[in-house]
């Protein structure tokens, strides 16, 4: 059988698919510029993370999804993204290299499934980008007065379904700016976002602040009656929309805690990045948390939720408190605030293409570092140019719920990286497969023994725990978030689910939690391990099974097109196969 072709291509697809990285201190040719410090990693990250969520998505949110609970959605997709920060963390204290989550997965699951998170990285980005500037192009346009929609809406309608209503072309012509901004130098972009960054908290301080003087409580309880007829308000009261709403809305909200993961990318570009790159991810996280729920309470405080302003909802609100001095800072500081979070999101986004292109995934251009700049040219005016096209055909909502999808996947091979390298037995060769012993019995799956250090078994063990558990979360992902929207015999089928699904994940992470860990010595580590790492992968699904299925749809097509360029150029084309290739067949090698 071992001589069978389909036996033996079958084999090898198999390892291709599964191979690890290895040897990640080898030196490069090209370098880029170790420049960055903590101060710096805190502002691209905070700057990344407070914009089109603080300045628009909490109006949007707040006015038809969630209404005051939108301070809730906001503190669930906080603890959503915190869980995953602290994966990121130990991760990037793991591997300081440029990458991020790609690089992660490939040290910890294999090849296939890194590219999978490169190219969702490479999706979240580049609609992440596109979203902030859509956001920014609304937003100025509806302060000078619509001039821009007025104009494309009359002589360039577009009637497509699936796309946006007008070609905005002020978004596309300043994510090409931003673009030849971040191309000019690290050292250049960081100091244009650390001193927006800066204004941009000003700005938030100001909004909380003067908040306090004009809140009315009672806009946090307006009974239905109370409702305009013409306002779609709900059922009023806190929870308008009722725990679904708040549910959606954190789905939503999770759009605007993208960002922290850029601290990630930078791992070649940090003076220190095993220290410096753990302590900002949770610092940017911290101060991302603060403000939102800050400006979402201020918000709804200050005027009823169903009269805010989709596009620009703080300028309209001081708009209405007649307080035009703190529009104008407000305005000003938001357009500020914008330009942050628009240079954040783009500035990881060529990166990625670096890491990958680098490993020979993609296309071998796109890892070129220009020698004057020493960042990757090439790669950063393409992600502007598409990223730009983007912005300038689809709506703004389109955009957030698909670099949404992207980011959560992300944060959940994240986590399961996390877990697949605490339990795994470092005695062993990296590029070792998993095999199981025959000495396996129902005491070492419950570890009845009480090993302390992890081993071929226990490893074997816990990977097929971290399986089981992935597949029910799917289960209960998908059934909890179906069950309000039906009844009757379905309602009652899906909780029995539900229930089943929920049991096997609390035996799973019993199960788990006996198993012994890895003694590591790592600058920063999960705490709580197995539970931290499996309560993210649950709410990271639950949160993905809430977006719509045309996100699903149009993320599926993104994933086909990534598929295709693995398999007809990157399984080929990767250097870790070509050079295990090598280290397996010296002979073959030498008589070619």
């Known amino acids: 059988m071992m001589d069978d072709p389909w036996y033996k291509s079958t084999d090898s697809l198999t390892w291709a698919l599964t191979r690890k990285k290895s040897n990640l201190d080898e030196p490069s040719k090209e370098k880029l510029n170790r420049v960055l410090t903590f101060f710096d990693l805190t502002a691209l990250g905070t700057g990344c993370t407070l914009g089109c969520g603080v300045y628009v998505l909490a109006g949007a949110v707040a006015k038809s999804i969630a209404g005051p609970a939108v301070v809730l959605s906001f503190v669930i997709a906080a603890v959503v993204s915190a869980f995953s920060g602290l994966c990121y963390a130990e991760l990037a204290g793991r591997v300081p290299k440029a990458g991020s989550a790609y690089i992660y997965s490939y040290v910890a699951v294999g090849e296939f499934t890194a590219f999978i998170i490169g190219w969702n990285l490479i999706v979240e980005y580049l609609i992440g980008t596109a979203g902030v500037a859509k956001a920014m192009s609304n937003y100025c346009?509806?302060?000078?007065?619509?001039?821009?929609?007025?104009?494309?809406t009359e002589y360039f309608p577009i009637h497509i379904g699936f796309l946006g209503s007008y070609p905005d072309l002020a978004s596309f012509f300043v994510i090409v700016i931003v673009a030849l901004l971040v191309a000019w130098g690290v050292r250049e972009s960081t100091l244009t976002n650390n001193i927006f960054t800066a204004i941009n908290l000003i700005t938030i301080s100001t909004v909380i602040v003067t908040g306090f003087y004009k809140a009315n409580y009672s806009n946090w309880s307006i009974p239905k009656s109370e409702i305009p007829p013409e306002a779609k308000g709900g059922e009023g009261g806190f929870l308008p929309f009722g725990w679904v709403g708040v549910a959606t809305g954190a789905a939503k909200c999770f759009y605007g805690f993208i960002g922290f993961d850029s601290i990630a990318m930078t791992g070649e570009e940090t003076k220190n990045p095993?220290?410096?790159?753990?302590?900002a991810i949770i610092a940017s996280l911290f101060l991302s948390t603060i403000a939102y729920?800050?400006?979402a309470s201020i918000l709804t405080l200050m005027w009823p939720y169903y009269s805010q302003d989709a596009d620009a909802p703080l300028p309209a609100l001081y708009e209405n408190l007649d307080m035009p001095t703190i529009k104008i800072i407000v305005s000003g500081g938001a357009i500020f605030a914008l330009c942050t979070s628009l240079l954040g999101t783009l500035f990881p986004l060529p990166r990625i293409l670096y890491a990958m292109a680098r490993d020979g995934l993609l296309f071998k251009f796109m890892s070129n570092i220009n020698t004057t700049t020493m960042t990757p040219l090439i790669s950063t005016i393409i992600c502007g140019l598409l990223a730009g096209i983007?912005?300038?055909?689809?709506n703004l909502e389109q955009l957030i719920d698909m670099a949404s999808i992207g980011t959560l996947q992300a944060y959940t091979i994240v986590c399961i990286c996390v877990l697949i390298l605490r339990y795994t037995d470092n005695s062993l060769p990296i590029q070792d497969n998993v095999t199981k012993s025959k000495s396996i019995t129902v005491f070492?799956?419950?570890?009845?023994s009480n090993a302390k250090v992890p081993n071929s078994d226990t490893q074997y063990i816990s990977r097929a725990l971290i399986f089981i558990f992935s597949v029910c979360t799917i289960v209960f992902g998908i059934s909890l978030a179906n069950m309000q929207s039906h009844h009757g015999n379905t309602r009652n089928v899906l909780m029995m689910v539900n229930v089943i699904a929920l049991l096997v994940l609390l035996v799973t992470l019993f199960m788990l939690g006996r198993l012994p860990t890895a003694v590591e010595d790592l600058s920063f580590k999960v705490p709580l391990v197995p539970i931290i790492p499996c309560l993210s992968i649950v709410l990271n699904v639950y949160l993905m099974m809430e977006l719509e299925?045309?996100?699903?749809?149009?993320?599926?097509?993104?994933?086909?097109?990534?598929?295709?360029?693995?398999l007809f150029y990157g399984i080929g084309h990767s250097l870790e196969g070509n050079k295990q290739k090598i280290h397996q067949n010296p002979i073959q090698i030498k008589l070619s």
């Open 274 to 279: 095993k220290r410096d790159i753990p302590l």
């Open 549 to 566: 299925y045309k996100t699903w749809i149009s993320f599926s097509v993104w994933l086909i097109c990534g598929l295709l360029i693995y």
């Open 390 to 394: 983007l912005a300038a055909v689809f």
């Open 141 to 152: 346009d509806s302060l000078l007065g619509n001039p821009q929609k007025r104009y494309m």
């Open 444 to 448: 070492t799956w419950l570890n009845l």
């Open 293 to 295: 729920c800050g400006v």
